[in-house]
């Protein structure tokens, strides 16, 4: 199986190729400037010490500090986070943001873990990267299996290193404790407003249309919640667990409140039961993948009925998927353009950090709208001019600040 990273930096280099980069710019972009191993030991309520493997990756900070997440999960390696702080920077760029890529992660099922261990973990994992991270150095985030609890223990422990209180060093954090109004739905926000920008560029109505969605955490959840607000009609849903299908359509409202209660989607009434696989070949308009990478292969691709995918996990679709679904007239919103939501709002709460100044919820959706929706235009005119998918043409677009931000700082 060919490696993550190098997979990754396929649609760099059809980009590149397309816009005649210069040859000392993809190289500095094919590397990350700096990886950080660290080992944690935690003492276990049981008294054992246990010692996890974390991993920070910072890939271009050409544009501004490194900016990204971090997961907790038991398959997270260094080449995962490098190719996710290499996406990372990607997708700051195509939204015109001040920050570069960056990624971290703990190789931890953190469901084998008490509230008390996983608290000693984070606290321990942002000891361990404390001297690479910083308000302007590098901002992590909350990703797969982290949340605003765990960003508040992280930022919390940075603050007590530091001896004063530092909120603009974590992004995704309770309210209460400076994050930002609307930062909990902003990445599937981000999934409906560049599908809903799709159809109008498609002359399509969305009301009405059938979507199925991959994966019921925060993204998925806030994508069908959000698409099921435009009138779209939310017929599949799936979590770790299985997947539910309703050709009728399901209220994602009542299937978050059948969760909260059962712990699982499994077993809702009113909706028949099929796996992963048989939810991304479901004759739909729109597929919303929100899981975890490499869900769409070469090898189910051509089974894929979707007329739009929007991706909102990261590096859900290979490229020889990509290739044969642009064939079929597939159109894909890539990753580093639709779930670019996450970071844009991270970057108002860092903002908003740094002047100890908050804006409402209204003001958040607005600002964040208006920066999506011209992001989508960008590409998307990219894409027509260069007769490319959006993916490549997502690339292009960031590929012309970064390498206008390196030759103008004297890197090339």
């Not at 660290?38 to 910072?58: H, L, S």
């Not at 995962?80 to 702080?85: G, I, R």
């Amino acid at each position: 199986m060919e490696n993550i990273f190098e997979m990754a930096k396929k649609p760099l280099e059809k980009a590149s190729q397309v816009i005649n980069l210069d040859g000392n710019t993809s190289k500095l972009l094919a590397q990350p400037e700096r990886t950080l191993e660290v080992n944690i030991p935690v003492r276990m309520d049981d008294g054992r010490i246990e010692v996890f493997t974390g991993y920070r990756a910072q890939h271009s900070t050409v544009l501004g500090p490194a900016k990204g997440g971090i997961r907790f999960h038991q398959n997270v390696t260094m080449d995962e986070v490098k190719t996710l702080s290499f996406w990372m920077t990607f997708k700051c760029a195509i939204l015109n943001l001040p920050y570069g890529g960056g990624k971290g992660g703990i190789t931890v099922d953190p469901r084998q873990l008490s509230r008390c261990e996983l608290e000693s973990l984070s606290r321990g994992y942002i000891q361990r990267i404390a001297p690479i991270v910083g308000e302007y150095a590098d901002i992590p985030a909350p990703d797969v299996n982290t949340d605003s609890r765990i960003m508040g223990w992280m930022m919390d422990e940075y603050s007590k290193l530091c001896g004063q209180n530092v909120p603009g060093v974590i992004t995704g954090k309770p309210k209460t404790i400076g994050g930002s109004a609307g930062r909990g739905s902003a990445t599937g926000r981000g999934v409906m407003l560049c599908t809903r920008e799709a159809f109008k560029k498609l002359r399509m109505k969305l009301n009405d249309t059938t979507v199925a969605v991959q994966g019921f955490g925060n993204v998925g959840n806030f994508s069908a919640k959000l698409l099921y607000d435009q009138k779209a009609k939310i017929v599949a849903l799936s979590d770790v667990n299985g997947a539910i299908y309703n050709e009728k359509g399901l209220n994602p409202y009542e299937v978050e409140k059948y969760v909260q209660l059962t712990g699982s989607l499994v077993g809702y009434p009113d909706a028949g039961e099929l796996d992963n696989k048989s939810l991304l070949e479901l004759p739909v308009t729109v597929l919303i993948p929100a899981a975890l990478e490499g869900q769409i292969t070469a090898a189910n691709a051509d089974r894929i009925k979707a007329r739009i995918i929007a991706e909102g996990a990261n590096g859900p679709t290979t490229p020889e998927a990509d290739a044969i679904l642009f064939k079929k007239g597939t159109m894909i919103i890539p990753d580093i353009l639709a779930n670019a939501g996450g970071v844009t709002v991270s970057y108002f709460e860092w903002v908003q950090n740094l002047y100890r100044y908050f804006w409402t919820e209204k003001e958040v959706h607005a600002r964040m709208e208006e920066m999506m929706v011209d992001a989508f235009d960008k590409v998307y005119t990219t894409a027509q001019l260069h007769g490319t998918d959006l993916r490549v043409a997502a690339y292009i677009v960031a590929l012309e600040r970064l390498a206008e931000a390196m030759k103008l700082r004297g890197w090339v």
